[in-house]
């Protein structure tokens, strides 16, 4: 079974610029996520699709940054226009669905990241 | 405002020897807490979980260690390999929102032939 693919694995801009991420979930997964680690930092929740729905994007930081999953398949994530504290790896995330199997918290299959830098 | 808070930062330990990572968290509503596993160039991925209700689980060499009453948990690493070096994540979540993590700093962890 293939895993949830991310890209680019990275990605070099520079201030101003746009930048378009995408990542592909694992197959029938109906959760995507999308999380962001700026350098030695913890990595940091962004939103959250429930199919082609946006559940949460309470971690967005600001408009600069937009979110969409076309038919609940792939999603991409586009910063526009790009600043320096962009940097940093995003990861995008997914998981079947389901509550949780007996009250236990649901498993979120990680994308190896795109590796952005803002000069 | 960091929710969890991880530590050490980077940590050395021999072939053979004890890796311990420990995580501290303030909100109480967190009651599921999984540790991530990443290895240069992939992903995290799920190592061990545990929830509020046990004080340890344990899988093979990993162990988890929970301290309810002082919002601590710690991941203990049994007789480390070298294959066991990568960069390991506590995290967290609650009830009402179990699909959003809160994850600590990291600890890269080298360990030593």
Redesign the interface.
């Known amino acids: 079974e293939a895993g949830v693919t991310q890209f680019p694995s990275h990605s070099v801009i520079e201030k101003g610029q746009t930048v378009t991420l995408r990542c592909d979930p694992i197959s029938g997964h109906d959760n995507l996520y999308w999380y962001r680690r700026v350098m030695g930092k913890e990595i940091k929740f962004l939103l959250h699709f429930v199919k082609e729905s946006k559940q949460d994007e309470s971690g967005m930081p600001n408009n600069r940054f937009l979110a969409e999953r076309t038919g609940g398949t792939y999603s991409t994530l586009k910063v526009q226009p790009a600043e320096l504290e962009d940097s940093g790896v995003y990861f995008c995330a997914s998981s079947q669905g389901s509550s949780p199997a007996g009250g236990f918290g649901e498993t979120q299959y990680f994308g190896p990241g795109t590796r952005l830098l803002v000069l | 405002q ?1 929710q ?1 808070k ?1 530590s050490p ?1 980077s940590l050395i330990v021999q072939k053979g020897g004890i890796s311990i990572i420990n995580c501290a968290y303030e909100n109480t509503a967190f009651d ?1 807490f ?1 540790w ?1 596993q990443q290895f240069p ?6 190592l061990i ?1 545990i ?1 509020p209700d046990v004080s340890e689980k344990k899988e093979g060499r990993f162990t988890i260690s929970f301290n309810k009453s002082a919002k601590q948990f710690s991941l203990h690493i049994m007789d480390s390999q070298p294959g066991d070096s990568a960069t390991y ?1 506590c ?1 967290a ?1 609650m ?1 009402q ?10 600890t890269k962890l080298n360990v030593k032939p």
């Open positions: 960091q969890v991880q930062q599921y999984p991530y160039g992939k992903g995290p991925a799920l979980a929830r994540f995290a979540s009830v929102n179990f699909n959003k993590f809160y994850f600590g700093s990291g």
